[in-house]
């Protein structure tokens, strides 16, 4: 019991300061890129803008490979199921289609 509530206000913790880190580090980002150039920022300017126009492909890739990662463990699930109770058979799968 005790490590639990450890555990979950070390993750409140982490949380809070990743939230923070983020919210510092993220305030260039209020402006339109546009905006943003005209000052001279250096050498921040480029991977700023760059981090702005790969962010949908990462989140995009992340998830991707979560949902195929669970149609993969349920085909599995769907497959174990099927091998350990042989008796749960499809009734249509032998029916040949009807002619009219």
């Not at 019991?1 to 209020?30: D, E, I």
Request: hydrophobic content about 45%.
């Amino acid at each position: 019991m005790v490590k639990s509530r450890f555990v979950a206000m070390f993750g409140r913790a982490s949380a809070l300061v990743a939230g923070v880190v983020v919210l510092c580090t993220a305030l260039p980002a209020w402006a339109c890129p546009s905006c943003t150039t005209r000052s001279g920022g250096g050498y921040l300017i480029p991977i700023l803008l760059g981090s702005m126009i790969l962010t949908p492909y990462v989140v995009t890739t992340v998830v991707m490979r979560i949902i195929r990662k669970a149609e993969t463990e349920r085909a599995r699930e769907d497959e174990a199921s099927a091998t350990r109770n042989p008796s749960h058979v499809d009734p249509a799968a032998g029916t040949a289609p009807a002619r009219a």
